[in-house]
């Protein structure tokens, strides 16, 4: 029987909520009409903006584990890589948030239409608001005094807004790079997207060759100096010997032995660093990591954002939820008011 009650009720406030309306449904049709309308000019208004995506795949270092324990903990999600390297690629998304990165995306230059600007110049003077907006006035951006470490307000909000445009995503299993550009031009977007995965390449190949860079700059160095003092005692020796190449005195021929051994010397010093020179070179090119474009950024053809039908139709299902509260409320009241006045009345036939 409870049960029964319980549907008896819920049929009762079900078609007491239809009559509610019925009687209300100005007030319904207004608060309905009002909210999802605002809703569809405010997102009208907004301009367009398009997202082009780049996706790219590192290569894998290797599992420390071995044998089938390797595989077995990839296969898990357990990173376990032999060499020790301070920026893995979870942190990707970290250094494009920095100001040095920021600052060097400021810099990049970019075609809009027919004319060549920076980035930041975009930013600035390109991007369009709503019709409420003020319309700014073309400043182009001075950045020859333009400082990482120190944004004046201008270019503090260039960089925010450079940052807001774009994303980095990584997949924590696979190490999969998703880098994402949202502008209102599409073919903003795309350039941009390319920049940026240029950019994060070339950070993180400096980032992982600087210690076998400086190594090949150093044996470079040692390699071209054993260079010059072998060629130097070479041509010592040679000099010596063709001028004294008829003398047989012990003294001379002692000299032409020491000039040889010296030479000699040299010769195996030269050799000795042009075989770590080279090793260095192996070991630099070792070191740069390669990097496979899964997808290269595209020119979008749809916008991506504002969402202006999800957004109705979720504005929709708000205003008509609002405008059931309303009414709710308002025959709540007007019940109130008239439980007060009986009772009222009420109490005075008593009296």
């Keep these: 029987m409870t049960n029964d009650n319980q549907t008896i009720l819920s ?3 079900l078609f007491k909520l239809f009559h509610s309306l019925r009687t209300n449904w100005l007030i319904f049709s207004l608060i309905v009409i009002l909210i999802t309308g605002l809703t569809i ?16 795949l590192p290569e894998s270092s290797g599992s420390a584990l071995p044998g089938n324990l390797g595989s077995i903990s990839n296969l898990v999600g357990i990173k376990s890589n032999s060499e020790e390297d301070a920026i893995s690629p979870e942190l990707y998304p970290k250094v ?23 980035i930041s110049d975009y930013f600035a003077n390109f991007q369009k608001g709503p019709w409420w907006s003020k319309k700014k006035k073309y400043i182009q951006v001075d950045l020859s005094h333009l400082n990482p470490s120190k944004f004046n307000k201008r270019e503090e909000k260039i960089a925010q ?44 190949v400096d980032y992982r060759t600087s210690k076998a860079r400086n190594d090949v700059k150093y044996y470079q160095g040692l390699y071209s100096q054993s260079k010059s003092q072998y060629e130097k005692a070479r041509r010592l020796y040679g000099a010596y010997s063709d001028t004294n190449e008829d003398l047989v005195l012990q003294s001379y021929r002692s000299k032409t032995e020491d000039l040889e051994n010296d030479m000699q010397l040299k010769y195996n010093i030269y050799t000795q660093m042009m075989t770590q020179l080279e090793q260095a070179k192996a070991k630099l090119q ?19 954002a504002p969402k202006r039908m999800f957004g109705t139709v979720i504005a929709f299902i708000i205003s008509v939820f609002f405008a059931i509260c309303v009414i709710l409320l308002k025959e709540s009241i007007v019940e109130y008011k008239r439980e007060s006045t009986s009772n009222s009345a009420s109490a005075n036939e008593k009296q």
Aim: with cysteine; glycine share 2%.
């Design 41 to 56: 000019i405010y997102l009208f208004s907004l301009p367009r903006d398009y997202t082009s995506t780049a996706i790219l």
């Design 286 to 304: 070792e070191k740069t990591p390669v990097f496979t474009t899964i997808q290269p950024a595209t020119i979008p053809l749809k916008p991506s």
């Design 161 to 204: 807004a450079i940052s807001g445009s774009i994303s980095c995503i990584v997949d924590q299993k696979t190490d999969m790079i998703t880098i994402s550009c949202e502008c209102q031009d599409p073919t903003v977007a795309q350039q941009i997207a390319n920049i940026v995965m240029q950019r994060l390449k070339a950070y993180i």
């Design 96 to 118: 494009i948030s920095t100001s040095v990165f920021k600052a060097e995306m400021m810099k990049q230059k970019i075609r809009v239409g027919n004319r060549v600007i920076t």
């Design 11 to 13: 049929i009762g406030s």
